[in-house]
């Protein structure tokens, strides 16, 4: 299984720290936020990675270079101008094969376990109905309304009650993205919502560490969580 780290953020939230450094750079602990995604996929036995950028890219592929320090192997996918989430993605197509591929932004912290989503992999190469699966958290204070529901059947869906939020950590058929144009911006959720309305996306619940990096303050908080670990 290959997967792809999202990073061509401008992370404006987290100026000006982000004015000089790229997001995904930004260190937590002694390590940057994007190098515990690397560690974490590694361990999983993950080592092919795919990683877009766009803002202050260069710097991006200086620190991390093809990933031997992390035990990856890195290929890049330069945007210039940001393409959104699934505009990332289907420039990226082309380095992320014909199987099943997890996706995970940038600008998470977390401690969900990857070997989670291997049998999952299996199950949606051998499956061309099920297009995406996603990972779920409880909502977050700056986020109480939540993204999708979660059924029994591991079913997910846009509207109903009792909403989790997108951790930003999902598994993906490449047939997701047809019709996608890998020069122009776009958003993922539209291409899950069409999913998740014929019955071609799931989902799992993760109630364990996960914060979303997108102010000083939550960095602090990875800082703090990094730091004991």
Same mark, same amino acid.
């Given at each position: ?23 995904? &750079?930004?260190? =937590?602990?002694g390590?940057?936020?994007?190098g515990?995604?690397?560690?974490? #996929? @590694?361990?999983? %036995? ?5 990683i ?13 270079r093809g ?30 094969g ?15 376990d990857f070997?989670?989503?291997?049998d ?13 699966? &996603?990972?779920? =958290? ?11 529901? #979660? @059924?029994?059947? %591991? ?21 997701l993205f ?10 993922l959720?539209p ?5 998740m309305?014929?019955?071609?996306a799931?989902?799992?619940r ?10 000083v303050d939550?960095l ?10």
């Amino acid at each position: 299984m290959r997967a792809m780290i999202l990073a061509a953020g401008r992370g404006e939230r987290m100026r000006p720290l982000t004015d000089a450094c790229p997001k995904p &750079l930004l260190d =937590v602990a002694g390590t940057p936020l994007i190098g515990w995604h690397l560690k974490r #996929l @590694a361990t999983a %036995g993950i080592h092919s990675v795919v990683i877009n950028h766009a803002w202050l890219g260069n710097m991006l592929e200086e620190r991390l270079r093809g990933g031997m320090e992390y035990g990856v192997e890195i290929a890049w996918s330069a945007e210039g101008t940001a393409l959104e989430t699934a505009g990332g993605i289907a420039r990226a197509l082309s380095l992320l094969g014909r199987d099943p591929f997890l996706v995970i932004n940038g600008d998470i912290f977390c401690d969900y376990d990857f070997t989670c989503l291997r049998d999952v992999a299996i199950e949606m190469a051998a499956d061309p109905m099920r297009l995406a699966h &996603l990972v779920l =958290v409880p909502n977050p204070d700056h986020h109480p309304m939540g993204d999708f529901v #979660l @059924a029994e059947d %591991g079913k997910v869906a846009a509207t109903g009650e009792g909403k989790l939020t997108f951790s930003g950590i999902g598994l993906y058929r490449p047939d997701l993205f047809l019709g996608i144009d890998p020069d122009r911006p776009a958003k993922l959720a539209p291409l899950l919502i069409a999913a998740m309305a014929l019955g071609k996306a799931s989902a799992e619940r993760h109630d364990g560490l996960w914060i979303d990096v997108g102010t000083v303050d939550r960095l602090e908080q990875a800082r703090h969580c990094a730091a004991g670990r």
